[in-house]
């Protein structure tokens, strides 16, 4: 029903808001083939596949952002505060997620953590230990 509520409401806003109706088709015609209704590869879901129907509503935040700051006083002054805000924590966002990439056993060690019941993290952080000569704690 929702989703039914906001394609009518994109569909409406075709002419005086273009964007909204380009980015939520660019939406919902990109995030069907990757739903999950036909596996693709040995995952059924996997979160890289939500990056490109994101652009779609990304488009609509974009554009609809600088609309809505542009019927302020001092718009400029406002997109300029938001964009070195965002871009802030982007920049923290990115090194703390980048730091789980150091090296294999980080990696998997978080994965353990953050879903305790995968168990392909465990299996490759059983290995790892296991490589390391730690046998009974990759056990």
């Known amino acids: 029903m929702v989703l039914i509520v906001i394609t009518i409401f994109a569909i409406r806003s075709i002419g005086k808001h273009p964007f909204i109706t ?3 088709f660019w939406y919902i015609g990109t995030l069907f083939p990757v739903i999950g209704l036909i596996q693709v590869g ?3 879901f996997a979160d890289r596949y939500t990056y490109m129907p994101l652009n779609g509503l990304f488009l609509v935040f974009a ?3 600088s ?3 542009n019927y302020w006083r001092m718009a400029k002054l406002w997109q300029s505060v938001l964009a070195i805000v965002l871009c802030l924590v982007l920049v923290i966002s990115t090194r703390l997620q980048v730091s789980y990439w150091e ?3 980080r990696l998997f060690e978080h994965a353990v953590k953050v879903v ?3 168990y392909f993290a465990h299996f ?3 290995n790892l230990l296991m490589k390391q000569n730690q046998i009974q704690k990759g056990i």
């Open 124 to 126: 490759k952080l059983g």
């Open 63 to 65: 554009w609809g952002g």
């Open 42 to 44: 040995s995952q059924a």
């Open 116 to 118: 305790p019941g995968n």
């Open 67 to 69: 609309d809505l700051l």
């Open 22 to 24: 380009v980015g939520w």
């Open 103 to 105: 090296n294999s056993h």
